[in-house]
Every structure is written in C-alpha cells, then in structure tokens.
C-alpha cells in the first residue's frame, strides 16, 4: 500500500498536483477490532462517536480491506449504511456479493464461489472420483462444502466422507477425522477450511504419519507455508492448491530491498523483520559506540544496518511472487482513478443533480462510491482492472503446487491457471509435467471403484453412492451406451458392436463370392467338369460312326451330354453375390436342366428295353414304336411338367433376395429365399420321382443281353444320383449361410459327374485304350450269345 501511495504520488498522469495520504489499522485477525478501528475512521475519535462526525480534518475517502471474510462483513454493514466505499484484496465470501446487503463493497478477490468451483473441476480434470473433504464449522465452511460436494457430484464424482472441523480446538474431533481419512480408499483430501482451524489437524496428521494422501487446498491456507511445525510441510509435499492469481508489479522487488530502518524510522515492524531476518539484535540505540560487546546479552550479535535484503531467500522474503500484495495495490489504484475521475468533472456534465460534479476535498462517500464502481483502468502490469455489478472482478485462479526439497527448503510452484477471460476451451490450463505428486510423477489414483473396462457396464452397488460399482459385461450384441455407462444398448439389426463394444459398426456382407477360395474353387471344379464333358462330346461326335456310339442311341447321348455341360455351369448361378434374377434363375434353371437330363436318361433306359424287345418277331407293335422314335417324346414331355411346375413357382412365390441376419453372429448372409417350401419340395421331388423311375427302369433291364447294355450303367449312374440327393437334404438343412450354397453346389457337381463317368466313361475307354472292341462282330457276337 506503501508503493502504492507513493507511485500514485509521483505519478503525472493521476492526480496530479494532489498528495494522498493514509492510515494503517491492524486488525489482528480479530472482528472485534476491525469493528472498532473501522467506527474511529468514521467518527474521527479514538473514543468512539457512534453516528457522529469529529474529524478536525477531512475523513478518509475509502478503507481497504479487511483480509479475511469473517472481519470485512460486520465492516461491510457498517460502511454500507453511509455508501462509504470499501475494496477488500482478500475477503472472498460470497454473501459480500450480495448488493442489497453490502451495498458499498468491492473486491479485487475473485468470489469463494469460483475457488470451490475450480477446486471441483480440478477433482474431474485428473478423473477423481472419490475424495474426502474437511471444511471448518462456520457459514463459510459449511456453505461451501455444499456447493463443493454438489460441484464434484454434477461432476460425475461422490465425496467420501465430510468431515467437519470444531472452531474450537478438540483433540476428540482431530482424532476421529484422522482416523476416517487413514481408513478411506479416498486419496485425495479437499481442504476448505481456514488456517488457524487447520493447524491442528495437520499436526496430527504429521504425528501419525499420514503421508499417502494429497491435499487439494483453497486460497485460505494453501498459499503460506507458516506452519508451526516443519513435520507438517512434509506432509502436505505435493498437495495441489487453488489461489487468487498473482501478478507483476514493476519496480516493487527493488522497493522491498530498499527498506531500511533508517528509511521508515517510525515503522514499528522493519526493525523486529530485520532482527527475525538476519538473526542479528538492535543496540539501545543506532548506530551503536565501540564501548558495547560484539554480543547482545542472548547471545545474538548486534544489527549494524549494513545486512543486505537481496542475501534473504526468497522463500523468506518472497520479491517475486504477489498475489495479495497484487490485490492491494490494484484496490488503492482503483480508488486513485475513482478520485481522477470525480476531479476530472466538467460541471454541468456530472453524474449528479443537474448536472453537479462532487470536490475531491469534500465529497460525500456515496458520490465516490459512484465512481469507484465504474472505474477501468490499465494497471502498471498492463492488466485490465475493473468491477462487475456486484463488485466481483474477473475470476483468474492460479493451481499451486507444494514443493518439498531434501535440504528442507520448499516452495509453491506454479503449474497452471483459470482464467475466465480466456477463450473457450482454454480457460483451464494445467502443465501436468511439472506436478510433483509427492515424489512421484504420476497423479494420484483416488476411486472407490476403478473404471469398467470396454464393453462392460456399471452395476452400483445396493446402498451404496454411484461411484461405487461392479462391472458386468454388455450382452451379445449390445454396446456401452455413451450418455450412461449403467446401461447397455441393442445395436440395429444391420450393425453390429466392435471389438471394445464402445460403438456400433455395419456387419460384415458373406455370400459365396468368387474372389474367396471355397467360391473359385468350385467355380474351377465346375468349369473342368464341364470342360471335360465338351471333350467326351467331341470324342463322340469323330467317333459318331463307330459302333459303340450307334448302338447306344448317338443322338440322345448328345443330348445327355449337352445337358450335362449346362448342369456343371448351372453351378456358377450359385456362386457370387445373390441378386433377384440370380435367385430366381438358380433353383429354375437347375431343376429345368436337370429334369431334361434325368428325362434324357428314362428315354434312353426305355429305347434300349424296346429295342430288345423288338429283336422278338412276335413283337411287331414295338417294333413300330421303335421306327416311330416314340422314346424321344418323353424328353419334351417330362421337362414340359418340370417347367410349368417353376412358372407356378415364380409366378405364386418366387425367390428373392434376403438378408439374414440372425444366421452369424456379426455377419449379414445375403442370400436367396426360396420363398413357396412347397413348390422347391415340388421341384425336387419331380427330379427325384425322374431318377426312381429311370433306377427302377434300368434295373430291370440290366441283364439284357448285350456288349454294349447301358441299362447297367445307368442303374450305376441313378444309384449315385439317388445317394447324392439323399446325402444332400439333411445336410443341406443342418448347414448355415453361404454353406448351404456350397452343399447344393457339391451336390450338383456329384450328381453331375456321377452321370457322366458312370454313363460315358466306361465307352470311352473302350474307344481310346481298347479300339479292337469297338468292332460291330463283337456286337453281333454278343447278340447271338
């Protein structure tokens, strides 16, 4: 306040011209006595004058202070009643916010209210879910421990326990909250108390050794180190602290250093410092004769006025760091350029009456009360000082954290700051890496449950708060849900959870596909096949003359062949991603072709019956059937009835295109509904009545006496089919997804294949390795026998 006032004195640009003076009251922490040196202010009396004016001189403009809450309210409702303006640097309770009741007070302090709500974002930022917290049994202790708690519970977190400190010392009380803080998981202590209620806690906690918490304090406490005991600072090593923001003010650090007793020769303080400082005693007088002894007579040696400041650790005498001297210095200058103003008046362009303008050597409180809540101002450090409508300035919070060194030296560092002036998003910044967490780098873990791991939700615990909690896994197909991690949500039926079942993801598509090896390779089994047949085709078409391919009805044989080229490729309708032509397509063409094949087969069963039957001169009705090429009719007319049983399939209930969902877990199989069961059943049971009747035909033809008699090789080739297709229906229904696919693909390509080798590989291995039997005497002969 010194500085202050001399600053502003030798100041060109304010006041100038005019000298301000002041007085200094101590109030000794004591209501009482911030009570009465405010009512001797008032009346001008060391004898107080209640509601009277003895001031031989004029009364002072303006008080500044007190520091702490509890003193600067009773004041705040004197002065209130006269609008005398009063600037606290230090008194931080929110009640003084209030204008009806303190209508004259400002503050260059942010309101307690936004140090407990920064505290409470502190406790989120580094995820503390489960604290403690110690407050003093007073209105400030007690209302802020309730915005507290309901802060970090918004937050998302819970309070331990809340414990609350006696303002008068209790040995009990101090015992019984150390024993709840020794045995809570809560590693983190929010201490929103005041000093002198928290000396004895902290010594306890010190005696008992209580080193593995860390201590969250407020601005009351946490920025002194003037613990009694050295053991407490040990204690609090690495605790984190909130408190008003410090600031610079230039030429201040050589002005402290420049204090000299000589200096201040009435200042009842420099001389008792200069003595704690340096250790040193005064003489009786100053500067003393050579007649005293080197020693004062405790043994201390005698002060000569020559010790230098700058030599004091700073811990000590701290010339750098200034948050309430800041505060001070920003409320004289505050009504130094309230005074500039009032002097600066243009009369008739007032703010009062008409027009009037107040003297600055005889106003009225409440005229200065006037300019002093409109004053804004640039400050020495270049910072923009003013006050809000309820006397609040703008919130800027600094976050201390308490260093303990081996040599027993400590300090508060500076780690980071809010400051509601700040852009959004950055009004909090906090530089993690220069925290020391009681020796460790790491910040504490304080929860009374740790988090869920992914895909699990949080089950609380019956009785208990919500932080407390047992974890249980999502159901299949179920995430996480974001806004609440007690409960877990159903996935849409076309999506599916991720691996950490935090969010839904599209299912993977599975068809048969080609570009995958089970699809290309059948595709390759398919065409080889059909390849080979084209090879046994044109084998029959050079050797169309020979025996062996006339006496076995050339023509139908054709036919079968061609018709079983298709059957191999009709495969590859199967393969590749179902649409609703290729569904429709699939079971059509493959049961059209099929029954041609199996109708091929009957006729070619049944000519070889009637053409042996025709050998009998007796028969001569077979014989004309046999010129009529009757057999050849039954090809069109079986696959006619094959095909008007598909058009009332795709006409009443055709296939189509589904997504199945519900096949595999993760997984949408796209593939083809065979819509109308009844009509497939249909489809399938025609072919099967085709290939019974063409086993049971051959069968009873099979001892014909003939070289060259396919009826045995047809029985063969049904017996095979009829194995196939009996194999197929229970593993067609026990399989899921594209398998099914692969099972009536298989069963296609064997059935297939069945026919061809069974039917034409035995003929054409007697056209290529044993050509001396495809002679037409081994034809005759055979006839005759």
Same mark, same amino acid.
């Given at each position: 306040?010194?500085?202050?006032?001399?600053?502003?004195?030798?100041?060109?640009?304010?006041?100038?011209?005019?000298?301000?003076?002041?007085?200094?009251?101590?109030?000794?922490?004591?209501?009482?006595?911030?009570?009465?040196?405010?009512?001797?202010?008032?009346?001008?009396?060391?004898?107080?004058?209640?509601?009277?004016?003895?001031?031989?001189?004029?009364?002072?403009?303006?008080?500044?202070?007190?520091?702490?809450?509890?003193?600067?309210?009773?004041?705040?409702?004197?002065?209130?009643?006269?609008?005398?303006?009063?600037?606290?640097?230090?008194?931080?309770?929110?009640?003084?916010? %209030?204008?009806?009741?303190?209508?004259?007070?400002?503050?260059?302090?942010?309101?307690?209210?936004?140090?407990?709500?920064?505290?409470?974002?502190?406790?989120?930022?580094?995820?503390?879910?489960?604290?403690?917290?110690?407050?003093? %049994?007073?209105?400030?202790?007690?209302?802020?421990?309730?915005?507290?708690?309901?802060?970090?519970?918004?937050?998302?977190?819970?309070?331990?326990?809340?414990?609350?400190?006696?303002?008068?010392?209790?040995?009990?009380?101090?015992?019984?909250?150390?024993?709840?803080?020794?045995?809570?998981?809560?590693?983190?202590?929010?201490?929103?108390?005041?000093?002198?209620?928290?000396?004895?806690?902290?010594?306890?906690?010190?005696?008992?050794?209580?080193?593995?918490?860390?201590?969250?304090?407020?601005?009351?406490?946490?920025?002194?180190?003037?613990?009694?005991?050295?053991?407490?600072?040990?204690?609090?090593?690495?605790?984190?602290?909130?408190?008003?923001?410090?600031?610079?003010?230039?030429?201040?650090?050589?002005?402290?250093?420049?204090?000299?007793?000589?200096?201040?020769?009435?200042?009842?303080?420099?001389?008792?410092?200069?003595?704690?400082?340096?250790?040193?005693?005064? @003489?009786?007088?100053?500067?003393?004769?050579?007649?005293?002894?080197?020693?004062?007579?405790?043994?201390?040696?005698?002060?000569?006025?020559?010790?230098?400041?700058?030599?004091?650790?700073?811990?000590?005498?701290?010339?750098?760091?200034?948050? *309430?001297?800041?505060?001070?210095?920003?409320?004289?200058?505050?009504? @130094?350029?309230?005074?500039?103003?009032?002097?600066?008046?243009?009369?008739?362009?007032?703010?009062?009456?008409?027009?009037?303008?107040?003297?600055?050597?005889?106003?009225?409180?409440?005229?200065?009360?006037?300019?002093?809540?409109?004053?804004?101002?640039?400050?020495?450090?270049?910072?923009?000082?003013?006050?809000?409508?309820?006397?609040?300035?703008?919130?800027?919070?600094?976050?201390?954290?308490?260093?303990?060194?081996?040599?027993?030296?400590?300090?508060?560092?500076?780690?980071?700051?809010?400051?509601?002036?700040?852009?959004?998003?950055?009004?909090?910044?906090?530089?993690?890496?220069?925290?020391?967490?009681?020796?460790?780098?790491?910040?504490?873990?304080?929860?009374?449950? *740790?988090?869920?791991?992914?895909?699990?939700?949080?089950?609380?615990?019956?009785?208990?708060?919500?932080?407390?909690?047992?974890?249980?896994?999502?159901?299949?197909?179920?995430?996480?849900?974001?806004?609440? @991690?007690?409960?877990?949500?159903?996935?849409?039926?076309?999506?599916?959870?991720?691996?950490?079942?935090?969010?839904?993801?599209?299912?993977?598509?599975?068809?048969?596909?080609?570009?995958?090896?089970?699809?290309?390779?059948?595709?390759?089994?398919?065409?080889?096949?059909?390849?080979?047949?084209?090879?046994?085709?044109?084998?029959?078409?050079?050797?169309?003359?020979?025996?062996?391919?006339?006496?076995?009805?050339?023509?139908?044989?054709?036919?079968?062949?061609?018709?079983?080229?298709?059957?191999?490729?009709?495969?590859?309708?199967?393969?590749?991603?179902?649409?609703?032509?290729?569904?429709?397509?699939?079971?059509?063409?493959?049961?059209?072709?099929?029954?041609?094949?199996?109708?091929?087969?009957?006729?070619?069963?049944?000519?070889?019956?009637?053409?042996?039957? @025709?050998?009998?001169?007796?028969?001569?009705?077979?014989?004309?059937?046999?010129?009529?090429?009757?057999?050849? *009719?039954?090809?069109?007319?079986?696959?006619?009835?094959?095909?008007?049983?598909?058009?009332?399939?795709?006409?009443?209930?055709?296939?189509?295109?589904?997504?199945?969902?519900?096949?595999?877990?993760?997984?949408?199989?796209?593939?083809?509904?065979?819509?109308?069961?009844?009509?497939?059943?249909?489809?399938?049971?025609?072919?099967?009545?085709?290939?019974?009747?063409?086993?049971?035909?051959?069968?009873?033809?099979?001892?014909?006496?003939?070289?060259?008699?396919?009826?045995?090789?047809?029985?063969?080739?049904?017996?095979?089919?009829?194995?196939?297709?009996?194999?197929?229906?229970?593993?067609?229904?026990?399989?899921?997804?594209? *398998?099914?696919?692969?099972?009536?693909?298989?069963?296609?390509?064997?059935?297939?294949?069945?026919?061809?080798?069974?039917?034409?590989?035995?003929?054409?291995?007697?056209?290529?390795?044993?050509?001396?039997?495809?002679?037409?005497?081994?034809?005759?002969?055979?006839?005759?026998?």
């Amino acid at each position: 306040m010194v500085y202050a006032i001399w600053e502003i004195n030798n100041s060109p640009n304010i006041l100038p011209n005019i000298t301000l003076g002041f007085d200094l009251y101590d109030s000794c922490y004591n209501q009482v006595r911030s009570l009465m040196e405010t009512t001797r202010i008032l009346s001008g009396k060391k004898t107080v004058a209640l509601n009277f004016n003895c001031h031989t001189k004029s009364i002072p403009s303006a008080i500044v202070g007190d520091m702490p809450s509890k003193a600067s309210i009773p004041i705040a409702r004197i002065l209130g009643l006269y609008r005398y303006p009063q600037i606290s640097y230090a008194s931080a309770h929110p009640s003084l916010s %209030d204008k009806i009741q303190f209508p004259s007070f400002l503050r260059t302090i942010p309101n307690d209210n936004y140090e407990v709500l920064e505290i409470a974002n502190l406790v989120n930022y580094f995820n503390w879910t489960w604290v403690g917290i110690i407050t003093t %049994d007073n209105e400030l202790g007690r209302s802020g421990s309730q915005l507290l708690t309901k802060e970090i519970e918004h937050n998302g977190g819970c309070v331990a326990f809340l414990e609350i400190l006696p303002i008068y010392n209790s040995i009990e009380s101090v015992n019984r909250i150390i024993d709840v803080i020794k045995k809570s998981k809560a590693t983190v202590i929010v201490v929103y108390s005041t000093m002198e209620n928290l000396i004895p806690l902290m010594e306890e906690a010190s005696f008992q050794n209580v080193t593995d918490k860390v201590w969250l304090g407020c601005g009351s406490w946490s920025i002194t180190s003037d613990f009694p005991r050295p053991d407490i600072l040990t204690t609090l090593n690495g605790s984190l602290g909130v408190a008003p923001s410090s600031g610079k003010i230039p030429g201040f650090k050589e002005f402290l250093y420049s204090i000299h007793p000589t200096k201040y020769p009435d200042d009842i303080f420099i001389k008792t410092f200069w003595e704690k400082a340096f250790g040193c005693a005064w @003489a009786p007088y100053y500067p003393f004769n050579n007649t005293f002894s080197n020693t004062s007579a405790d043994g201390r040696h005698w002060c000569t006025g020559e010790e230098r400041l700058d030599s004091i650790d700073p811990n000590i005498y701290d010339v750098f760091n200034f948050r *309430y001297t800041y505060k001070t210095h920003n409320a004289v200058f505050a009504i @130094a350029h309230a005074l500039h103003e009032m002097q600066s008046c243009v009369p008739e362009r007032g703010p009062f009456v008409n027009g009037s303008c107040a003297s600055i050597f005889s106003h009225k409180p409440w005229q200065l009360l006037h300019y002093v809540k409109k004053v804004h101002f640039k400050n020495t450090a270049g910072e923009q000082v003013f006050f809000d409508k309820n006397g609040d300035i703008p919130i800027s919070i600094d976050i201390l954290n308490w260093w303990l060194y081996p040599n027993g030296s400590n300090q508060y560092v500076y780690v980071g700051k809010y400051d509601e002036r700040a852009p959004e998003g950055s009004k909090l910044q906090i530089d993690e890496n220069k925290i020391m967490w009681n020796g460790h780098k790491q910040p504490p873990i304080s929860v009374c449950s *740790y988090p869920c791991p992914k895909g699990f939700r949080r089950a609380n615990r019956q009785g208990q708060k919500i932080c407390c909690f047992d974890c249980i896994p999502c159901s299949e197909g179920e995430i996480l849900n974001p806004n609440d @991690a007690t409960e877990c949500l159903k996935c849409p039926e076309d999506q599916w959870p991720n691996t950490s079942k935090e969010k839904c993801v599209p299912k993977s598509i599975q068809f048969l596909a080609y570009d995958e090896i089970l699809g290309s390779s059948l595709a390759s089994i398919s065409i080889i096949f059909c390849l080979l047949t084209f090879s046994v085709f044109c084998l029959f078409l050079v050797k169309h003359k020979t025996p062996i391919v006339k006496a076995n009805n050339r023509e139908l044989s054709y036919l079968l062949l061609v018709s079983l080229m298709f059957c191999f490729l009709c495969s590859l309708v199967f393969i590749g991603r179902p649409s609703m032509v290729t569904c429709m397509l699939r079971q059509v063409v493959f049961g059209v072709i099929f029954s041609i094949c199996l109708s091929i087969i009957l006729a070619k069963t049944i000519t070889v019956i009637m053409v042996f039957r @025709a050998t009998n001169p007796a028969d001569t009705k077979i014989r004309k059937l046999v010129r009529r090429r009757i057999p050849v *009719y039954i090809i069109p007319f079986c696959s006619l009835i094959q095909i008007l049983i598909c058009l009332i399939w795709l006409t009443s209930s055709a296939p189509f295109e589904e997504f199945n969902k519900m096949v595999e877990i993760g997984t949408i199989v796209i593939e083809c509904n065979e819509g109308s069961k009844v009509l497939f059943s249909c489809v399938l049971g025609y072919m099967g009545l085709l290939a019974s009747i063409s086993l049971i035909v051959a069968f009873l033809a099979r001892n014909l006496p003939d070289t060259f008699n396919e009826t045995k090789f047809i029985t063969f080739s049904m017996l095979v089919f009829a194995s196939v297709w009996i194999t197929f229906i229970p593993a067609y229904l026990s399989t899921k997804g594209k *398998y099914m696919v692969t099972v009536e693909i298989f069963a296609i390509i064997s059935s297939s294949a069945g026919m061809l080798v069974c039917i034409f590989f035995p003929k054409c291995y007697i056209i290529l390795l044993q050509p001396e039997m495809n002679d037409k005497r081994n034809i005759i002969g055979s006839k005759k026998r």
